[in-house]
């Protein structure tokens, strides 16, 4: 499954009610480093399918979800489970250094949610 896009609109039904977690992608279509990390995340995107659903929202045509966590600088990747930000990610990384936190943040206090 490739990433999708989401919308303030979207936000709560995409990601804040998804069945699994969600990771979101607060990029811009002018930021240089969102476009060097997008293809390392739609691969990311079809290798962790079965844990992790992956979602992109502009920021300069969505401002309201952004402004609300707190979103600075991008790219800024934010995972969330059960509905609530676990983990914040800022700046370009490798793929594999994006999929170490993915995975690490997948599992911290996984034993504590059981």
Known sequence: MATKATTDASFSADVLEA???????FWAE????????????????????DRVEI???DIDENPDAP?????????????????????????????SAIKQWVERSLTAGASTAA
């Open 67 to 95: 402004t609300k966590y707190g979103v600075r600088g991008i790219p800024t990747m934010i995972l969330f489970k059960d509905g609530q930000p676990a983990a914040t990610q800022v700046g370009a990384m490798p793929k």
């Open 30 to 49: 002018w930021c240089g480093p969102c476009k060097i990390i997008a293809p390392a995340l739609e691969e990311l995107a079809e290798e962790l399918a």
């Open 19 to 25: 069945d699994k977690p969600v990771l979101v992608d």
């Open 55 to 57: 979602i992109k929202i």
